[in-house]
């Protein structure tokens, strides 16, 4: 196990490489020298490395191990790809960090799958003394573009909603569409390109929709957890099911995802793409985090007028900016 500081250390490294020392120095309270000897302390034992010199110098992770495979699709099991690839990488962790390994990549692996129709399905695994890495990537049709044919959305991005959402899948007889849910929540980052759209959940951080310029084929997930991370996939099955009950109640909606670049969110029709299938749900608890302001015609039709036709679901909003807050109290007393 890693202590606090060191712990620090890599995290800084991590996140930039350079300036590591002062930054460190800053973080931990400690003196320039102590910074200094930390940081030859963790080059001496393998966990960084130093490239450079003077103003130059800059620190990395270093890799303690990293795999990788091809797969033909058909006749894939998601339990084969885990005893091969990635158990052996983190057999030494700890049980709810592996427990949420098999979780997350097998669920991962199987809608690869299933739903792809790739031909092939290619994983990395990749291990520091921080954290372990993954990603899953096939060269089929593409997740997002999938989901949009699926619900005859108007464009990919409204996908992204969805999958933001949870309780959604392209085949119900074989899936219950939980899958991409909790795994986006009981990663420290999960990540989903496809096509020229990447959704990106950064635990602590706002969820995000970014636009590439490169139309990528197929679809790449990445998955990120710390190796000593406290984290239990019960907590997390557990913080969104209904109370005493074992199932799916309960959903976080970043409404930010329904704001595309340039948009405000002010029209009935954007507020209808956002309450799309929130009536399987107990509690909706919607996330205003990012969102600065919105429009009465917006607000109306998702605090009165669904409310109203749907008053066994719960709308929670949260990270209201004081204009948010207003909108959202006119409509509920209209």
């Given at each position: 196990?890693?202590?606090?500081?060191?712990?620090?250390?890599?995290?800084?490294?991590?996140?930039?490489?350079?300036?590591?020392?002062v930054?460190?120095?800053?973080a931990?309270?400690?003196?320039?020298q102590a910074?200094s000897?930390?940081l030859?302390a963790?080059?001496?034992?393998?966990?960084?490395a130093?490239?450079?010199?003077?103003?130059?110098?800059e620190?990395?992770?270093v890799?303690?191990?990293?795999?990788?495979?091809?797969?033909?699709r058909?006749?894939?099991?998601?339990?084969?790809?885990?005893?091969?690839?990635?158990?052996?990488?983190v057999?030494d962790?700890?049980?709810n960090?592996?427990d949420?390994w098999?979780?997350?990549?097998?669920?991962m692996?199987?809608?690869?799958?299933?739903h792809s129709?790739?031909?092939?399905?290619?994983?990395?695994?990749a291990?520091?003394?921080l954290?372990?890495?993954?990603?899953?990537?096939?060269?089929?049709?593409?997740?997002f573009?999938?989901?949009q044919?699926?619900?005859?959305?108007?464009?990919?991005?409204e996908?992204?909603l969805?999958?933001?959402k949870?309780?959604?899948?392209?085949?119900?007889?074989?899936?219950?569409?939980?899958?991409?849910?909790?795994?986006?929540?009981?990663?420290?980052?999960?990540?989903?390109?496809?096509?020229?759209l990447?959704?990106?959940?950064?635990?602590?951080?706002d969820?995000l929709?970014?636009?590439?310029?490169?139309?990528?084929?197929?679809?790449?997930?990445v998955?990120?957890?710390?190796?000593?991370s406290e984290?239990?996939?019960?907590?997390?099955?557990?913080?969104?099911?209904?109370?005493e009950e074992?199932?799916?109640?309960?959903?976080?909606?970043p409404?930010?995802?329904?704001?595309y670049?340039?948009?405000k969110?002010?029209s009935?029709?954007?507020?209808k793409?956002?309450?799309?299938r929130f009536e399987?749900?107990?509690t909706?608890?919607?996330?205003?985090?990012?969102?600065e302001e919105?429009?009465?015609?917006f607000?109306?039709?998702?605090f009165?007028?669904?409310?109203?036709?749907?008053?066994?679901?719960s709308?929670?909003p949260v990270?209201?900016?004081?204009?948010?807050k207003?909108?959202?109290?006119r409509?509920?007393?209209?």
């Open positions: 196990m890693i202590d606090d500081p060191m712990r620090t250390l890599l995290k800084l490294v991590s996140d930039d490489g350079k300036n590591v020392a930054r460190l120095a800053a931990q309270d400690f003196s320039r910074a000897a930390k030859r963790a080059v001496a034992k393998g966990l960084i130093k490239t450079g010199v003077g103003r130059g110098v620190y990395t992770l890799e303690t191990s990293r795999v990788s495979e091809e797969y033909d058909a006749g894939l099991s998601e339990d084969r790809v885990w005893q091969s690839l990635l158990a052996p990488i057999r962790l700890p049980e960090v592996r949420i098999r979780y997350g990549f097998t669920e692996v199987n809608n690869a799958i299933d129709g790739s031909d092939k399905i290619k994983t990395w695994c291990r520091n003394a954290y372990t890495q993954v990603w899953v990537s096939d060269d089929g049709e593409g997740i573009n999938k989901i044919k699926a619900l005859q959305l108007y464009d990919p991005r996908a992204i969805e999958l933001a949870g309780k959604f899948t392209t085949d119900p007889e074989r899936h219950s569409g939980e899958g991409i849910f909790f795994s986006s929540k009981v990663f420290d980052l999960f990540d989903i390109r496809s096509g020229s990447h959704f990106m959940h950064d635990d602590g951080r969820d929709l970014i636009e590439r310029p490169k139309n990528a084929p197929g679809t790449l997930v998955m990120r957890l710390q190796n000593d984290r239990t996939t019960k907590e997390i099955f557990d913080k969104f099911a209904a109370p074992y199932t799916f109640a309960k959903t976080i909606v409404v930010k995802l329904g704001q670049e340039g948009e969110l002010v009935r029709s954007q507020a793409r956002l309450i799309f399987k749900f107990r909706v608890i919607l996330d205003f985090a990012g969102v919105i429009g009465q015609a607000s109306d039709e998702v009165r007028v669904f409310q109203k036709a749907h008053p066994d679901t709308l929670v990270n209201m900016t004081a204009a948010v207003d909108m959202v109290s409509a509920k007393a209209g």
